[in-house]
């Protein structure tokens, strides 16, 4: 089974939706991220999140909303779905004790906003 | 504001060709520098990580560089299979709060096609 699973893998949805991705992890980590990754371009930090009640905002946080349910549950939230909000959502967690705080991704999720 | 430069965009090598991959970044106060792979409908794949007081990593055919001073890091794939076509991404961790925030800043990859 995977360390970090996203749901749903891919949505289309219409503008001024709101939508939630979920990410679990089973590493046990207490740091998780959320970036987005648009074509031909590298991955940006939305939100991070180091503990249940330590949550941060990344580069690009507007528009975006995140809630750290537990430690293994961290959701992303658009709260009213725009166009330019098309892009792979990437999760990824790392354990902040381990000298080198490898990041692990989950797979990813597709989201297309008409 | 910390960038982080990856050229060539893409590269198209025959099988068996040893190639290098290059990575630059315009702040050399940082933690670590991490070079990942990413297949598509995939997420990333973390290939090797180098703290910044280390010159290289190697793991089986990568080897990975630092030169931090200069503000640049190499990819070196040697005799090179169609398995390694993927995207490699390189992305630097930043020093300040002494390394403690985690966050990463993503290079935008290197698309790697190795024909058979």
């Known amino acids: 089974d995977a360390d970090v699973t996203q749901t749903p893998r891919n949505r289309i949805t219409k503008t001024g939706k709101r939508i939630m991705l979920e990410c679990s992890q089973t590493?046990?980590?207490?740091?998780m991220y959320w970036y987005r990754q648009d074509p031909g371009l590298g991955l940006q930090l939305i939100y991070y999140?180091?503990?249940?009640?330590?949550?941060n905002k990344g580069e690009i946080s507007d528009g975006y909303s995140v809630s750290r349910q537990a430690q293994a549950k961290f959701s992303l939230s658009l709260e009213s779905a725009i166009p330019n909000q098309t892009a792979l959502y990437f999760c990824?967690?790392?354990?902040?004790?381990?000298?080198?705080?490898?990041?692990?991704f989950g797979p990813g999720t597709r989201l297309l906003v008409l | 504001k910390q960038e982080v430069t990856q050229i060539p965009a893409a590269l198209s090598v025959p099988e068996g060709e040893n190639l290098v991959l290059n990575c630059s970044f315009t702040?050399?106060?940082?933690?670590?520098l991490q070079w990942f792979r990413q297949d598509p409908g995939k997420g990333l794949t973390s290939l090797l990580l180098?703290?910044?007081?280390?010159r290289e990593q190697t793991s089986g055919r990568l080897n990975a560089s630092l030169d931090k001073s200069s503000g640049r890091s190499t990819l070196y794939i040697a005799a090179s299979q169609p398995g390694d076509s993927a995207t490699y991404l390189c992305?630097?961790?930043?020093?300040?709060?002494?390394?403690?925030?985690?966050?990463?800043?993503f290079g935008k990859g290197t698309k790697l096609s190795v024909k058979p």
């Open positions: 990824a967690t790392s354990d902040p004790q381990g000298a080198e705080e490898t990041q692990y």
């Open positions: 590493k046990g980590h207490d740091r």
């Open positions: 999140s180091f503990d249940v009640k330590d949550i």
């Open positions: 702040d050399s106060a940082i933690y670590n």
């Open positions: 180098i703290q910044s007081s280390q």
């Open positions: 992305a630097v961790r930043p020093l300040r709060y002494g390394g403690s925030q985690g966050n990463l800043i």
